[in-house]
T-cell receptor
């Protein structure tokens, strides 16, 4: 099936640094979602975006739904060791609840 | 506490045996999904069900089977026909089509076949 193009594939940063990752698609979507997966666990929904141009924050996380409806980014400010994990973007159209996923960004944080 | 449960967390089987992975949800969600995740990879859709007694193949359904006899339950059987069954299996659920978007995931089952 179709995949979203998520980058970077992995990041190794120092604690306290800010992080940015993004997803792009050749198709238009109506909803963008960001999930975090801890090692050996299922993904957990972090942020959902429903309108083009929307900017939403959840603590140190900020995500935006691109104005073209073909992309989204996630920023994490002042990273901490527990931010370690894989971050997935996902997108959805109105027809049903099927999600298209990005390949994931593996984040590693050095204390 | 509402949520999705998958059991067991770890499962070991010999090659050639069928094995069934359990997924139960008490969120009253209409739709349920099974994904496969390989090391360092994203999620690939195996099967999904939008309503009881109905299910559809995903991108990698070969070697797998499912049933949806109850709204709360969506078991996945990994058959001996699946060539590379060792993987991390994730179950998810969501509200029906047209409702609030987003899927909610269970904790996963790691299957090892030797």
């Amino acid at each position: 099936g179709q995949q979203l193009n998520q980058s970077p594939q992995s990041m190794f940063i120092q604690e306290g640094e800010d992080v940015s990752m993004n997803c792009t698609s050749s198709s238009i979507f109506n909803t963008w979602l960001w999930y975090k997966q801890d090692p050996g666990e299922g993904p957990v929904l972090l942020i959902a975006l429903y309108k083009a141009g929307e900017l939403t924050s959840n603590g140190r996380l900020t995500a935006q739904f691109g104005i073209t409806r073909k992309d989204s980014f996630l920023n994490i400010s002042a990273s901490i060791p527990s931010d370690v994990g894989i971050y997935f973007c996902a997108a959805q159209n109105n027809a049903g609840n099927m999600l298209t996923f990005g390949g994931g960004t593996r984040l590693m944080v050095k204390p | 506490d509402g949520g999705i449960t998958q059991s067991p967390k770890y499962l070991f089987r010999k090659e050639g045996q069928n094995v069934t992975l359990s997924c139960e949800q008490n969120l009253n969600h209409d739709a349920m999904y099974w994904y496969r995740q390989d090391p360092g990879q994203g999620l690939r859709l195996i099967y999904y069900s939008q309503i009881v007694n109905d299910f559809q193949k995903g991108d990698i359904a070969e070697g797998y089977s499912v049933s949806r006899e109850k709204k709360e339950s969506f078991p996945l059987t990994v058959t001996s026909a699946q060539k590379n069954p060792t993987a991390f299996y994730l179950c998810a659920s969501s509200r029906g089509s047209g409702s609030t978007p987003g899927q909610y995931f269970g904790p996963g089952t790691r299957l090892t076949v030797t």
